[in-house]
C-alpha cells in the first residue's frame, strides 16, 4: 500500500493534488478563523475550533511547499515562477510568526497574523 501511495505522489497526478488540497485547507482554515457560532458548535467551542484552525494552516504550508518542489522543470514563466515562491515563503513567514505568537508582542502578532 506504501508503494501505491508513492507511486500516486511521484506521478504527474500530483501536479493537481498538491494545489487542490492546499486550496481546499486554506479555505478551511479561514472558515475556521471566521468564528461561526455553526462552526463553534460543530467543534464544541472555540479553543477546540482554533486548535484545527492551527492545524489546517499547517497542513496548507505543508501542501504548497509539497506542490512548490513537485513544480521542479515544468515549462511556463519565470517570473510567474518566482512570484509564486515569494507568495509562498511570506505564507509560511506569516505562519510562523502565528506559531510563534507566544514569543512576541500580542500588538505586533495581532498586526502581522
Not at 455553526?38 to 499547517?58: D, P, Q, S
Amino acid at each position: 500500500m506504501l508503494l501505491t501511495i508513492l507511486a500516486w505522489f511521484s506521478s504527474s497526478a500530483s501536479q493537481f493534488l498538491f494545489p487542490g488540497l492546499a486550496l481546499t485547507t486554506l479555505s478551511l482554515t479561514f472558515m475556521l478563523a471566521s468564528r461561526v457560532p455553526l462552526l463553534e458548535a460543530w467543534f464544541n467551542g472555540l479553543e477546540k475550533m482554533y486548535l484545527a484552525h492551527k492545524f489546517t494552516a499547517f497542513l496548507s504550508i505543508l501542501l504548497l511547499t509539497l506542490y512548490n518542489f513537485s513544480m521542479g522543470g515544468l515549462w511556463g514563466s519565470h517570473l510567474a515562477a518566482q512570484f509564486g515562491n515569494i507568495a509562498i515563503y511570506i505564507f509560511i513567514s506569516i505562519v510562523l510568526v502565528a506559531y510563534l505568537g507566544q514569543y512576541i508582542q500580542y500588538e505586533a502578532w495581532r498586526w502581522i497574523h
